[in-house]
């Protein structure tokens, strides 16, 4: 090593391991180290969160694969978004492990380090650059991955302007990637915010009811870009709106959480058909 880069706080993390520092190549760091050897992503077992002894989370437990597009549905306080949140570190579990890949914990890890460590959470709100254009979103957020170099001033480069392309492609956006992102129709907020976290080149991305306050047509090519996305990155996805996650589950697995744990998992023909899901969650 020619020069000693610059002393930053992801420097300070890569360097607490055995070996040296990971060194940038092509303005990125060394992999983020998730261990996925055993074909699962994510990993819940066992997890309970007590709020003053009342359990939004019961001994749930709960495996996503790979590349997975797995849907979680389940009526209203099943405890669904305090899964996201233990899984993001929001909230820690009373007890249980969650573990990102064999390796990572995610229990010991602040919320940036997970985010850093490659899970990408979409709220329900979209949360933009408003004043911003389509493009410029999308660049900010490339640039807001702690895991690339700080390039300010910068031009980007052809990968880089290939990445922000396939993203406006992926997310429909292409006609509208001079515009301010204050003048996008909420279905379009919400693309363009999930283009935003592909941007970071998440491996896992959490949606929370992605498809709330959209038009029919909005759905359906939500629906569209899900399916786009099924394969290339592990998805898990919280949805109220049965007809949409219908669309997106295909034959993969649904899980249906009642009262912090996991009712019933299967495809959604097959959950549809459990008497114990008619009972507490289709049949209301
Ligand atoms: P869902 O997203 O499936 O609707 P939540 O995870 O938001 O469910 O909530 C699960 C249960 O835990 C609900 O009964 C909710 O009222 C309760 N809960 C969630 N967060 C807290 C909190 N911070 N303090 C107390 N109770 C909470
Ligand atoms: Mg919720």
Redesign the pocket.
């Known amino acids: 090593m020619s020069a000693m880069p610059p002393f930053t706080d992801l420097d300070a993390r890569s360097a607490v391991g055995d070996g040296p520092a990971g060194e940038a190549t092509a303005g990125r760091v060394a992999p983020r180290g998730v261990d996925t050897t055993h074909g699962a992503i994510l990993y819940l077992d066992d997890v309970t969160?007590s709020?003053?002894g009342?359990k939004?989370?019961n001994g749930l437990s709960l495996d996503v694969g790979v590349g997975e597009l797995r849907c979680i549905i389940?009526?209203?306080?099943?405890?669904?978004?305090?899964?996201?949140?233990v899984i993001t570190g929001k909230?820690r579990p009373t007890s249980g492990t969650a573990f990102f890949g064999q390796n990572i914990d995610l229990t010991r890890l602040a919320e940036s380090e997970i985010a850093a460590a490659g899970i990408g959470r979409k709220f329900q709100r979209p949360t933009v650059f408003e004043a911003h254009t389509v493009f410029e979103n999308l660049e900010l957020a490339m640039k807001a991955d702690k895991r690339v170099r700080p390039t300010l001033f910068s031009r980007l480069t052809g990968e880089q302007a290939d990445a922000i392309g396939e993203t406006l492609a992926l997310i429909r956006l292409e006609d509208a990637v001079w515009r301010e992102a204050g003048l996008l129709s909420h279905g379009q907020k919400q693309w363009l915010e999930i283009g935003m976290l592909l941007m970071q080149q998440p491996l896992l991305l959490l949606l929370?009811e992605p498809v709330a306050g959209m038009t029919d047509a909005e759905t359906e090519r939500t629906a569209e870009l899900l399916n786009t996305l099924r394969g290339r990155h592990s998805l898990v996805v919280?949805e109220h709106d049965m007809d949409f996650v219908t669309r997106i589950a295909g034959g993969g697995k649904v899980t249906v959480?009642h009262e912090?744990s996991v009712l019933a998992e299967g495809t959604m023909a097959q959950v549809q058909a459990d008497a114990r899901v008619i009972e507490v969650y289709l049949g209301r």
């Open positions: 969160v709020f003053d009342f939004a989370l389940g009526p209203n306080g099943a405890g669904k978004t305090t899964m996201m949140d909230t929370d919280v959480l912090g």
